[in-house]
Every structure is written in C-alpha cells, then in structure tokens.
C-alpha cells in the first residue's frame, strides 16, 4: 500500500533553509555548476553546519517519536540536481534526521511539486520560488540569514506569527497604510464582530491547532505566539476571529508599535514569520524569522 501524506503536517524546505549553504551557493554563482559539483565531492565527509531552519526541522520532528504513526514529514525539495544532493544526504545521516523523502528539480521551479507532495508549509533561501508557492495557494516564507545562538534539541517547538497579512488577511493593515492610526483603530472597532479574513498562514496554523489538540495543553510539543503590531485597543476583533476558527494560539502580544525582537527572543521561537521587513531586520539577527510574501 501506498505511504499516504494527506493526514500528515507535511513541511518542504531547501537545502540552504535547512543547511548553512551560503558559501557554497557564493561558489555556485562564481565559477557555475561544474565547481560547485566538485566542491561538494570533495567535502563529501564534511557535514553541512546547521542552517537557520534546521533546529526548528529538528524539533518538530522529535514530536514522532511519541506516535506509532508519524504526524510530520519534512521533505527536501531542491534546485540542485540529484548527484550535488549526495553531501546533503551525508549531512542528513550525520545529524539523524528522519527525512526519508527529497525532490532534487535541476534547475526547474519547486512550486509545481507542493501539491504532489501535500505540502503544508515551504520554506526557501530562494524568493522567487517562495513567490511562486504562495502563488499556487500553499503557505511559504523566504528564510533569512541567520547563525542560530543554539540549535540543540528542545521538547517543545516554539513557533511565532505576525498577525495581519500572515495569519489573517491584509485588509486592516491596508487602511492604517492608506488612512493612518486612528482610522485603523476606528475601523477595527466598528467590525468588532465581524471576522478577519484567512491570511496564507491560516492552514498551516489550523493544522498545528489540531496537532496540538492531541495533547493535554500543558503537555503539547507545539507552543505557538502571535506577535502583533497591533494595539490592545484592536485585541476583540483578533482574538474574535482565531476563537470563531477554533484555532489556538497559546501566547499573544499586542506590542502598539513597539518593536517585536525582543519578544520573540524572550518566548524563545525556534522561527518566526512576518512580512514586513522593518520587524524581520531586527528579529533576524535573534531569532531564525522568515519573511512571507502576502498576495490579496
């Protein structure tokens, strides 16, 4: 029979989310495909350092090993072609990591394996194939550079969200671009009761809320915080919307302007997702963050 993906979180992530390839893809867009190839056969006994997505891969898939079946499956989906893939499997086998499944494309666009592949979440060092997989309706998010202060294994994935424009949709956020600060907080108080729309990250973050639903709360593998911008003043209509979708979010933080890094560093995240720029600058440097592409 058949290994079924449907009823499993199933995660795609490059070789450079998941490993430190920065000098390597320098090298590539140096001297070509050729050298790089090279390079990795010779370095093939050299494990790959840790990426800035690879303690949140491995603690996630620690949560396997307290089922029979496996909840999550963390697939490598990758430009590179098969035969440059031979040292990421070497570095794979050198930290253990259960990933039994790889797409090596050669070149061609990742998108259009997400959905032979059921995935829920991509994560990439390469933009435009993050574009492309929001595109296709699949969340996704550019990872950025960063040299995690500790990548040791922990019992508990802690995941950290922005609020508008990733879990919820960007209509509040539009009217504080356009209208400024007192009509975002008008508005918001006149649509109270009326639900935020679903952002990219309404799925993913619906699935996790499942998986999480499995355990006691005080003994879930998943701690999940929403780190928003927002005011207090705007908290109904957000902690509305999530209490409709009967999604958990076990920590929130309405920060009024303030910036976020600190927050995130404090609750510990092992990634955390927004899509402005002036919040991932300074998060990044702390905490492994991840830029996510809205499209309306």
Avoid: C
Wanted: charged share 25%; glycine share 6%; aromatic share 10%.
């Amino acid at each position: 029979m058949a290994y079924d993906l449907q009823d499993k979180l199933v995660i795609a992530i490059s070789s450079r989310a998941l490993f430190d390839l920065e000098e390597e893809n320098a090298l590539f867009d140096r001297e070509g495909l050729e050298r790089y190839y090279t390079h990795q056969l010779q370095h093939l006994d050299t494990p790959l350092q840790k990426g800035s997505a690879f303690r949140f891969v491995q603690n996630l898939l620690a949560i396997n090993k307290r089922f029979d079946n496996k909840l999550i499956e963390v697939i490598i989906l990758s430009r590179n072609n098969a035969a440059t893939g031979l040292r990421i499997g070497r570095s794979i086998e050198h930290y253990n990591l259960d990933i039994e499944r790889t797409g090596w494309t050669a070149g061609t666009p990742v998108a259009r394996y997400l959905g032979a592949f059921k995935v829920d979440l991509f994560l990439s060092a390469y933009a435009p194939d993050v574009e492309e997989a929001v595109n296709s309706g699949v969340a996704a998010a550019t990872i950025l550079p960063h040299t995690p202060i500790t990548s040791e294994q922990n019992d508990i994935v802690k995941i950290a969200f922005d609020g508008d424009a990733v879990i919820f949709g960007d209509e509040s956020e539009r009217v504080y671009q356009e209208k400024g600060l007192e009509a975002f907080i008008e508005h918001e108080r006149l649509n109270a009761q009326n639900p935020l729309s679903k952002g990219p990250f309404f799925k993913f973050l619906k699935t996790i809320s499942e998986i999480q639903d499995r355990f006691p709360m005080e003994s879930s593998p998943i701690r999940t915080a929403l780190v928003t911008a927002r005011s207090f003043t705007t908290h109904e209509r957000v902690l509305g919307t999530l209490e409709g979708w009967g999604v958990r979010v076990d920590e929130a933080f309405f920060q009024g302007g303030v910036q976020k890094y600190e927050v995130i560093k404090a609750f510990g995240a092992d990634i955390f997702f927004d899509d402005q720029d002036a919040h991932l600058e300074f998060a990044s440097k702390e905490t492994p963050s991840a830029k996510v592409p809205y499209r309306s």
